[in-house]
């Protein structure tokens, strides 16, 4: 039993790695060319937003609208820090990400400590706030570049990086919503009044759920910043963080394979309909519409994509064929 409880595992590494191989062999034979790998590299980047997105509002409940500003805060760090530190690329690159992790991480426990003791559309407009603080702040400090932006970023985001950072982002935060942590922010999502009633620490998981999703948030946006190579504060805007959102309502509030698969769909569909440029946004819009209105708890709800499950109907369905015959 115990071996059988792993095979979904091993087989889902496996799958992983054949697409990364796969996909890595495409890009070095420039059958997927720069353009298409940079759209790749924000796939993974969009993954690691969304993911990190739906741990503060699909799990925690809490409606963020500020995930952007803590993307911002991690770019510009973690920029400034591989452009000023004096260290070696390969040694820069993964501590200016960390660099700008903790710093988002920081700017969660500020924001957070007040915000989450508000509730609904008071804490989504508190984040919004928030937001937009930070972009007039970065236009403001000379020292991040103000209106003209950050240049002079190296290029140093890889396909490799960021494939691995979005699976490692995933595991940590799969993991973490199927520990007792994970069940105690479920449990203040559900109902907190009785969360707190059961002696569980509603404020510490709260801040901590909001911390975690800021964290992978500024390693996100770490990654942006060196795959550019220019920053500009325009581009972290209430817009942004309304996308994000989009898709973790779009793959369900609480499902993290319904947030990969909706940051894959949401950033390939605008450059597919790229050919339709006149009616782009139009038909982009209007697909948004009809799976909201046809699916409104998002693609996968609350549930999760199962390898287990698929893996026990196929057992159930072999199992009465051999009955029947």
Same mark, same amino acid.
């Given at each position: ?35 298409? *790998? ?10 690691? +937003?969304?993911? &990190? ?6 799990? +925690? ?7 952007? /500003?803590?993307?911002?805060? /991690? ?6 820090? $591989?452009?000023? &530190? ?5 040694? &820069?690159?993964?501590?200016? +990400?960390?660099? !700008? ?13 007040? %915000?989450?003791?508000?509730? !609904? ?18 236009? %403001? ?6 209106? %003209? =932006?950050?240049? /002079?970023?190296? +290029? ?25 942590? /994970? ?29 975690? %999703? ?6 996100? !946006? ?18 942004? *963080? ?55 708890? =998002? ?21 009465? $064929?051999?009955?029947?015959?």
């Amino acid at each position: 039993m115990k071996q059988k409880k792993w095979i979904p595992n091993v087989i889902i590494l496996v799958l992983v790695l054949a697409l990364y191989i796969l996909l890595s062999v495409l890009i070095s034979a420039n059958i997927i060319n720069p353009y298409y *790998s940079g759209i790749l590299t924000m796939v993974c980047i969009n993954v690691i +937003l969304a993911v &990190s997105l739906n741990l503060a509002t699909g799990f +925690l409940g809490q409606l963020v609208l500020g995930h952007a /500003g803590f993307m911002s805060v /991690g770019a510009y760090s973690a920029a400034l820090f $591989t452009m000023y &530190s004096g260290l070696p690329t390969v040694v &820069s690159f993964p501590l200016a +990400l960390l660099v !700008g992790g903790i710093v988002a991480a920081a700017f969660g426990v500020i924001i957070g400590v007040p %915000a989450l003791r508000l509730k !609904g559309d008071y804490l989504a407009i508190l984040t919004l706030g928030f937001g937009e603080i930070i972009r007039v702040l970065i236009l %403001a400090m000379p020292f991040t570049g103000g209106a %003209a =932006g950050l240049s /002079g970023i190296p +290029l140093l985001t890889t396909f490799t990086y960021v494939f691995i950072i979005a699976i490692i982002t995933v595991a940590v935060i799969f993991a973490f919503i199927h520990s007792r942590h /994970g069940r105690a922010v479920i449990a203040i999502r559900e109902d907190e009044i009785a969360a707190e009633a059961a002696g569980i620490h509603t404020t510490y998981y709260k801040l901590l759920a909001f911390v975690l %999703a800021a964290f992978f948030a500024g390693i996100a !946006g770490g990654l942006y910043a060196h795959h550019i190579g220019v920053l500009d504060p325009s581009k972290f805007d209430f817009n942004y *963080s309304v996308e994000i959102l989009i898709m973790v309502v779009l793959g369900g509030m609480g499902s993290i394979t319904g947030s990969i698969v909706a940051a894959i769909v949401l950033t390939l569909l605008p450059e597919l309909l790229r050919g339709f440029s006149e009616y782009r946004m139009l038909i982009y819009s209007v697909i948004l519409i009809c799976v909201m209105l046809f699916k409104p708890s =998002g693609l996968l709800g609350q549930h999760e994509l199962s390898l287990t499950k698929i893996l026990n109907k196929f057992r159930g369905k072999k199992a009465e $064929t051999k009955k029947e015959a």
